[in-house]
């Protein structure tokens, strides 16, 4: 059964950093694509960056280009969302997710979820 779990998370001031990472286990990943989303109150999840477990690719919402990047860890099966010159703004609970393939900034394309890890930005 795949399992993600998120940790991380914190309080820190805007203009800070703060580092996400995503374990899974499970399955094999190879064919796989991880994904980082978050989750303000009373708004919509929302995609915030993704990577193929293999090759180059990845992608980032607009929002966080330049600021955050996503990494991965193939011997620890771990994926990583580095966080730099955090706004509050970017407050939110962060989730990791996994779906065959390709990338996708859809929620409803991922088949796994991890259960969250919250960041706090405060101004």
């Known amino acids: 059964q795949v399992q993600l779990v998120e940790s991380g998370g914190g309080l820190v001031q805007a203009g800070g950093s703060l580092r996400l990472s995503c374990s899974a286990s499970?399955?094999?990943?190879?064919?796989?694509?991880m994904g980082w989303f978050r989750q303000a109150p009373g708004t919509e999840r929302e995609f915030v960056a993704g990577?193929?477990?293999?090759?180059?690719?990845?992608d980032y919402a607009d929002s966080v280009k330049g600021r955050f990047t996503i990494s991965k860890d193939k011997a620890n099966n771990t994926v990583s969302l580095q966080m730099h010159s955090l706004k509050p703004e970017d407050t939110a609970v962060y989730y990791c997710?996994?779906?065959?393939?390709?990338?996708?900034?859809?929620?409803?394309?991922?088949?796994?979820w991890g259960r969250g890890t919250q960041v706090t930005v405060s101004s």
């Open positions: 997710a996994t779906r065959r393939w390709l990338i996708s900034t859809r929620t409803e394309e991922y088949d796994y």
């Open positions: 499970g399955r094999a990943f190879s064919t796989y694509a």
């Open positions: 990577i193929r477990w293999n090759g180059a690719n990845t």
